[in-house]
C-alpha cells in the first residue's frame, strides 16, 4: 500500500459565528485512487476541501503531504505544494482562448512555452482531451468548459486534484468522459478527490469514499465493499426511497398558458426555439428533459417573461395567473449573496410591503416568519440573519426553492431545481413541487435528471436542438424512450 500524498490530522474547524463545520475529521487521499467525498448538504465538504486549498485554515489538527506538515493560509500557497482545485462554479474567462486560460495560471518556464499553441495542444493530448487550444471558452459547452477547469488545475505539477461536484452540470456520456479523464490524470500518480451526491456514481466511478454527517466522519472504506442503501444511510442517518413516485395520482385541470408556434433565432452558444408549441393546465407537473444547451434556458426565460419569442405567442389564461420561478443559476439569479437567509427567503413579499409597519421594515416578523420556512425546508444555518453567502451550495438552493414555493403562484417554474442537493434534500424539494401541483398548481420542472422527472411528472416533453421531439406519459416515460428522444429525436 502507497503511503499517502496528503492528510488531514484530526482537523476541527469553528467559525467565527460559533458554527462547528468540522469537527477532529482524519482523512488520507493516496496517489492514483479517486476519493469520493459525500454527505449531506451543510456536511462539512466545502469547509474541508477549502482546508485543503488554502481558503480556510483549521482551528485544530494539521493538514500532512507525504508525512510533513504544511500550512496553507491562502491558495497560492496550496498551489505551490500541487494541489489544484476545480469549482462547482467555473472561473474561466469567458473572451479568451482555451490557450489563454491556461496561461494566466502558468508558471515560470511553462507560461512562457504556453505562447506557443503546438505547447499547449500537447499538453491538453497528454490528458486525452478533445479541445481546440484555440476555442474561444465561452462558446463551449459545459462540459468542455469543466475540461478547461481540470487543465488549469493541471498545469503547474499537481500531485493532488480537488473537484466540487463535477457531474451535476453533466449527462451520463458527459459523466464517462469525466471519470475517463480523471482515470489518465491518476495513472500519473495524482490523488483525486471528488465531492459528489451521486451514489450510483461513486460506486462505479470510485476507489474508496469518506462520508461526513455534521461535521463529522460517519464511514470510510473501498467502493467495492459497500452497497447503495448502505452508502445513502450513513449518508443521511436513514433510508431513502429514492424510486417511488411522488404526489398523488392527478387528472390536469382548466389551462393556464399557452406556447403557440413559437420561435426563437438561433444566436452564439444558442440554438433558438423553433415551433415550440405548449399548453400547461392546472394541477400537473410537467418535465422538460433533454441534454443542457438544447433550448431549455431560452424556453424558461419565455415561461418567465423575461424574453418575447420572435414569432408565434405566449398567452397566459387570465391576469390572475401568476409564475414562480426556480431559476438554474443560483448565485447570480436567485439570489442577493450578502443579504440574510431571511431576506432572501422573502424578498418578493418584502418588495410589495408585506413586512412594513409605520413605513419600516417590521424586523421581528421578517425573522419569525423566515425562520418557520428554515426549519420547513431544513435549511441549514446558523441563524436567520446569517448572509446567504456563508451557507452550501445544496442549501442556498433550498433557500431559492422555499421562496418560490411560498409565492403560491398559479405557475411554478423549476429549472434543475435538485441541482447540489444530497438525496434526501432533493427528495424533499421534488416532493414539495409534486404537493404544489397535488394542490392545483401547475409546475414546470426542467432538468436533465431523467430518473427525478420520471418519479415526480405527469407527462415529459423531451427538447433536442431547439425542438421538441416528443412528448411521453404513463408507461412511456422509461429512461431508453427519453434517453433517445434527447439524443437522437426520435423514440426507442
Given at each position: 500500500?502507497?503511503?499517502?500524498?496528503i492528510?488531514l490530522?484530526h482537523?476541527?474547524?469553528?467559525?467565527p459565528?460559533?458554527?462547528l463545520?468540522?469537527?477532529?475529521?482524519?482523512?488520507?487521499?493516496?496517489?492514483?485512487e479517486?476519493?469520493?467525498?459525500?454527505?449531506?448538504?451543510?456536511a462539512?465538504?466545502?469547509?474541508?476541501?477549502?482546508?485543503l486549498y488554502?481558503?480556510?485554515?483549521p482551528?485544530?489538527?494539521?493538514v500532512?503531504m507525504n508525512?510533513?506538515?504544511?500550512v496553507?493560509?491562502?491558495?497560492?500557497?496550496?498551489?505551490?505544494?500541487?494541489?489544484g482545485?476545480?469549482?462547482?462554479?467555473?472561473?474561466?474567462?469567458a473572451p479568451?482562448?482555451v490557450?489563454e486560460n491556461l496561461?494566466?495560471?502558468?508558471?515560470?518556464?511553462?507560461?512562457?512555452?504556453?505562447?506557443?499553441?503546438?505547447e499547449?495542444?500537447?499538453?491538453?493530448?497528454?490528458?486525452?482531451?478533445?479541445?481546440?487550444?484555440n476555442?474561444i471558452?465561452?462558446?463551449?459547452?459545459?462540459?468542455?468548459?469543466?475540461?478547461v477547469?481540470?487543465?488549469k488545475?493541471?498545469?503547474?505539477?499537481t500531485c493532488?486534484?480537488?473537484?466540487d461536484?463535477?457531474?451535476?452540470?453533466l449527462?451520463?456520456t458527459?459523466?464517462?468522459?469525466?471519470?475517463d479523464t480523471?482515470?489518465?490524470?491518476?495513472?500519473?500518480?495524482?490523488?483525486?478527490?471528488?465531492?459528489?451526491?451521486n451514489?450510483?456514481e461513486?460506486l462505479?466511478?470510485?476507489?474508496r469514499y469518506?462520508?461526513?454527517r455534521?461535521?463529522?466522519?460517519?464511514?470510510?472504506?473501498l467502493?467495492?465493499?459497500?452497497?447503495?442503501?448502505?452508502?445513502?444511510?450513513?449518508?443521511?442517518?436513514?433510508?431513502?426511497?429514492?424510486?417511488t413516485?411522488?404526489?398523488?395520482?392527478?387528472c390536469?385541470?382548466?389551462e393556464?398558458?399557452?406556447?403557440?408556434?413559437?420561435n426563437?433565432?438561433?444566436?452564439?452558444?444558442?440554438?433558438?426555439?423553433h415551433?415550440?408549441?405548449?399548453?400547461?393546465?392546472?394541477r400537473?407537473?410537467?418535465g422538460?428533459?433533454?441534454?443542457?444547451?438544447n433550448g431549455?434556458?431560452e424556453?424558461?426565460e419565455?415561461?418567465?417573461?423575461?424574453r418575447?419569442?420572435?414569432?408565434?405567442?405566449?398567452a397566459?389564461s387570465g391576469p390572475d395567473?401568476t409564475?414562480?420561478?426556480v431559476?438554474?443559476?443560483?448565485?447570480?439569479?436567485?439570489?442577493?449573496?450578502?443579504?440574510?437567509?431571511s431576506h432572501?427567503?422573502l424578498?418578493?413579499?418584502i418588495?410589495?410591503g408585506s413586512?412594513?409597519r409605520?413605513?419600516?421594515?417590521?424586523?421581528?416578523?421578517?425573522?419569525?416568519c423566515?425562520?418557520?420556512?428554515?426549519?420547513r425546508?431544513?435549511?441549514?444555518?446558523?441563524s436567520?440573519a446569517?448572509p446567504?453567502?456563508s451557507l452550501?451550495?445544496g442549501?442556498?438552493?433550498?433557500?431559492?426553492?422555499?421562496?418560490?414555493?411560498a409565492?403560491?403562484?398559479s405557475?411554478?417554474?423549476?429549472y434543475?431545481?435538485?441541482?447540489?442537493l444530497?438525496?434526501?434534500?432533493?427528495d424533499?424539494v421534488?416532493?414539495?413541487?409534486?404537493?404544489?401541483?397535488d394542490?392545483?398548481?401547475?409546475?414546470?420542472i426542467?432538468?436533465?435528471?431523467?430518473e427525478?422527472?420520471?418519479r415526480?411528472?405527469?407527462?415529459?416533453?423531451?427538447?433536442?436542438g431547439?425542438?421538441?421531439?416528443?412528448?411521453?406519459s404513463?408507461?412511456?416515460?422509461?429512461?431508453e424512450i427519453i434517453g433517445?428522444l434527447?439524443?437522437?429525436?426520435r423514440?426507442?
Amino acid at each position: 500500500m502507497p503511503s499517502p500524498v496528503i492528510e488531514l490530522d484530526h482537523v476541527s474547524k469553528r467559525y467565527p459565528n460559533g458554527f462547528l463545520a468540522l469537527e477532529k475529521v482524519c482523512l488520507s487521499f493516496y496517489p492514483g485512487e479517486i476519493h469520493a467525498l459525500l454527505g449531506e448538504n451543510g456536511a462539512g465538504k466545502s469547509t474541508l476541501m477549502n482546508i485543503l486549498y488554502g481558503v480556510h485554515e483549521p482551528n485544530e489538527g494539521g493538514v500532512l503531504m507525504n508525512g510533513r506538515q504544511v500550512v496553507h493560509r491562502r491558495p497560492a500557497d496550496a498551489i505551490a505544494n500541487g494541489i489544484g482545485m476545480v469549482h462547482q462554479h467555473f472561473k474561466l474567462v469567458a473572451p479568451f482562448t482555451v490557450a489563454e486560460n491556461l496561461a494566466l495560471v502558468a508558471r515560470g518556464e511553462r507560461k512562457r512555452a504556453f505562447r506557443r499553441t503546438a505547447e499547449v495542444r500537447a499538453f491538453i493530448q497528454v490528458y486525452g482531451v478533445d479541445l481546440d487550444p484555440n476555442a474561444i471558452v465561452g462558446t463551449l459547452p459545459l462540459a468542455l468548459q469543466q475540461r478547461v477547469e481540470i487543465l488549469k488545475a493541471l498545469v503547474n505539477d499537481t500531485c493532488v486534484l480537488l473537484l466540487d461536484e463535477p457531474s451535476t452540470i453533466l449527462t451520463p456520456t458527459e459523466i464517462d468522459a469525466l471519470y475517463d479523464t480523471l482515470r489518465r490524470i491518476g495513472e500519473k500518480g495524482a490523488a483525486i478527490a471528488v465531492v459528489t451526491h451521486n451514489v450510483d456514481e461513486v460506486l462505479a466511478k470510485a476507489d474508496r469514499y469518506t462520508i461526513l454527517r455534521r461535521g463529522k466522519t460517519n464511514g470510510a472504506g473501498l467502493t467495492k465493499s459497500c452497497t447503495p442503501d448502505e452508502l445513502v444511510e450513513k449518508i443521511v442517518g436513514r433510508a431513502v426511497a429514492t424510486g417511488t413516485r411522488l404526489g398523488s395520482p392527478r387528472c390536469a385541470g382548466e389551462e393556464r398558458m399557452r406556447v403557440s408556434a413559437v420561435n426563437l433565432r438561433p444566436a452564439s452558444g444558442s440554438p433558438g426555439l423553433h415551433d415550440i408549441n405548449l399548453v400547461l393546465r392546472k394541477r400537473e407537473v410537467i418535465g422538460i428533459a433533454g441534454v443542457e444547451g438544447n433550448g431549455q434556458t431560452e424556453l424558461f426565460e419565455l415561461l418567465a417573461g423575461r424574453r418575447r419569442p420572435d414569432s408565434g405567442v405566449v398567452a397566459r389564461s387570465g391576469p390572475d395567473v401568476t409564475v414562480a420561478l426556480v431559476p438554474q443559476d443560483r448565485q447570480h439569479e436567485g439570489l442577493s449573496l450578502d443579504l440574510p437567509v431571511s431576506h432572501n427567503l422573502l424578498y418578493p413579499k418584502i418588495m410589495r410591503g408585506s413586512f412594513r409597519r409605520f413605513g419600516l421594515l417590521d424586523h421581528a416578523a421578517i425573522a419569525e416568519c423566515s425562520k418557520e420556512m428554515i426549519a420547513r425546508s431544513d435549511i441549514r444555518t446558523h441563524s436567520h440573519a446569517t448572509p446567504a453567502r456563508s451557507l452550501s451550495g445544496g442549501n442556498q438552493q433550498k433557500i431559492v426553492v422555499a421562496r418560490a414555493m411560498a409565492e403560491s403562484a398559479s405557475i411554478v417554474v423549476a429549472y434543475q431545481p435538485t441541482r447540489g442537493l444530497d438525496m434526501a434534500a432533493a427528495d424533499a424539494v421534488l416532493s414539495r413541487l409534486a404537493d404544489a401541483a397535488d394542490a392545483d398548481a401547475t409546475v414546470i420542472i426542467i432538468s436533465s435528471n431523467i430518473e427525478e422527472l420520471i418519479r415526480v411528472s405527469d407527462r415529459i416533453v423531451v427538447m433536442n436542438g431547439g425542438r421538441m421531439t416528443g412528448e411521453v406519459s404513463g408507461d412511456d416515460m422509461s429512461i431508453e424512450i427519453i434517453g433517445s428522444l434527447m439524443t437522437y429525436g426520435r423514440g426507442a
